[in-house]
């Protein structure tokens, strides 16, 4: 075994192992604490096993543990170990063409491995979503964002359309996204009251403040330049991202394709716009004084 090849798969299985450790003891959920102190012990028996052949101490830059620290603290810890199980599923097809390249007791170590790697997804899938209460409110943000963004983007492409005034239409876009992030909020209210097993509260919360959060940030170019091609095309750059960033963490976290699912969204996005800014064109046209 080369040591560099050691080197990096006992880097790897040091910071899983850490990782793992530093959630056992962060986590409060009975079911998942148990499972995370587990997958700890196996990454540390991994970690053994690399680090026969490495010669020197095995460290990893510090910065990643902190990172990934904060990003579970944005984004739950749903996603961030999608993301490993995603980095480990390489890993084990990487074991496996490794494996009867070693000694017959170190490749049965290692297949071994393989198949505990194999058995994480399974066993914590469950007890993550219940440690995670927001994946369960996921539809309801995922609704509040997609109406907010292909609302607002409508509103803006029809006075890109009808008026040349970048102000009028950022104001504009925020008075319809403020009623109507409460008339989403209270639709989605009582559709949670349906079901008994989700808060509607809280639904209505997640609708709400995802729709307004869109709506703010689609306003911002607005109150920031003169020129409303601008502005507008400033909007869209926003609206794309945020519907990238959430279809990928979507897509993480339910494994999904990333790709058809972006499509998807960003087509429905530009049709609304085409069709917005059509129509206000013909508005312009026949109310040219009004709208200029």
């Given at each position: ?187 989605a209210y009582l559709q949670a009251k349906q ?27 607005y109150f920031m330049t003169t020129s409303m ?7 869209v750059v926003l609206a794309v991202g945020m ?50």
């Open positions: 075994m080369q040591p560099q090849v050691a080197l990096r798969y006992a880097r790897e299985e040091l910071f899983n192992m850490h990782l793992y450790t530093w959630l056992a003891q962060t986590v409060h959920n009975p079911t998942l604490k148990p499972i995370l102190e587990k997958f700890a012990a196996q990454e540390k028996a991994h970690y053994d096993f690399w680090k026969r052949w490495i010669p020197e101490e095995v460290r990893y830059p510090t910065w990643w543990l902190w990172w990934y620290k904060v990003l579970i603290r944005l984004l739950g810890i749903s996603f961030i170990l999608r993301l490993l199980e995603r980095r480990e599923h390489q890993t084990i097809a990487e074991y496996r063409q490794i494996a009867p390249t070693l000694p017959p007791q170190e490749q049965t170590t290692l297949l071994a491995f393989v198949e505990e790697e194999e058995k994480h997804e399974a066993e914590f899938l469950e007890a993550i979503r219940a440690e995670e209460p927001r994946i369960q409110y996921l539809g309801f943000i995922v609704l509040g964002l997609s109406d907010a963004i292909i609302e607002i983007t409508g509103v803006h492409a029809g006075f890109l359309g009808a008026s040349h005034r970048p102000l009028t239409a950022g104001i504009a876009g925020l008075i319809v996204g403020f009623a109507a992030s409460i008339s989403m909020a209270s639709a079901n008994p097993a989700i808060s509607a509260v809280r639904s209505a919360v997640y609708t709400g403040i995802s729709y307004l959060t869109a709506v703010m940030l689609m306003a911002l170019p091609a601008v502005a507008f095309w400033g909007s519907i990238l960033s959430f279809v990928y963490y979507s897509a993480v976290v339910f494994e999904r394709s990333f790709r058809q699912e972006a499509l998807e969204s960003v087509g429905v996005l530009g049709a609304t716009a085409a069709l917005s800014y059509g129509f206000g064109e013909v508005l312009r046209y026949f109310f040219p004084e009004a709208l200029v």
